[in-house]
């Protein structure tokens, strides 16, 4: 009961610590002031810095798309994502010629017992897949982008794709957001179980690798709400 108020207690100030920053972000905005696209040292606890490289486009199941100058796009997990799933064994990819549809699955992540489904930022076909990242999935943690990329495809629909999608500016305002709704969700959902407490409490990262320590419906619900 007491690590529940605890916890409680924690996620309290970092929402409203959260809450003061977007509200800091949207004034500096408003003036013509630069700010980052993401920011860390949250207090009373230490947070994840999420990397968000300019010139993708995000969706908002945690998925990116990259267009290359061949006029395919590479596609991705996302920094976010990644770092809450935090060990990641294997990586389930489409074929080439498999067809891609927005919204709809395009690759799944294996942990474990755990197999965790993630969309497709766009529709099209499966030209190629990264096969170097599962040789080697620790490199989604140095960098889930660019040479991470997990699959090619020669979209079919991007000018209606690209509606649903977002970039640039937009695309750190709302991964702001789904940092406060994530921390509200696993307090809500009482999903912070009794070790990462204490590493919260000693000032360290509170949500990398959250979903090794949850399972059951929990994990789905989790995936539903924010991997969609």
Not at 3 to 12: G, H, K, Q, S
Not at 117 to 138: E, K, M, Q
Request: hydrophobic content about 45%; proline content about 5%; some cysteine.
């Amino acid at each position: 009961m007491v690590l529940i108020l605890v916890l409680a207690t924690i996620a309290t100030f970092l929402l409203i610590e959260l809450a003061y920053r977007m509200w800091s972000r949207r004034a500096k905005e408003k003036a013509g002031e630069a700010v980052p696209a993401m920011r860390t040292a949250l207090l009373p606890v230490a947070l994840p810095e999420f990397r968000l490289p300019g010139g993708l486009f995000y969706h908002s199941g945690h998925t990116w798309a990259h267009l290359t100058p061949s006029g395919e796009a590479q596609i991705g997990l996302d920094d976010f994502a990644q770092g809450i799933i935090g060990r990641i064994d294997r990586i389930e990819l489409p074929r080439p010629g498999a067809l891609l549809r927005q919204g709809e699955k395009a690759f799944t992540v294996v942990q474990g017992n755990k197999k965790i489904d993630f969309v497709s930022p766009l529709d099209g076909i499966v030209c190629s897949v990264n096969d170097d990242v599962n040789a080697d999935t620790g490199r989604l943690k140095k960098d889930p982008y660019r040479s991470s990329w997990l699959l090619a495809a020669m979209p079919s629909n991007i000018a209606q794709n690209i509606k649903k999608l977002k970039i640039a500016g937009d695309a750190a305002a709302w991964l702001e957001r789904e940092l406060m709704v994530f921390l509200e969700f696993i307090t809500l959902h009482r999903a912070m179980p009794e070790e990462v407490g204490v590493t919260m409490q000693d000032g360290g990262h509170c949500i990398e690798g959250v979903m090794e320590k949850i399972d059951g419906e929990l994990l789905q619900l989790l995936v539903r709400k924010f991997f969609r």
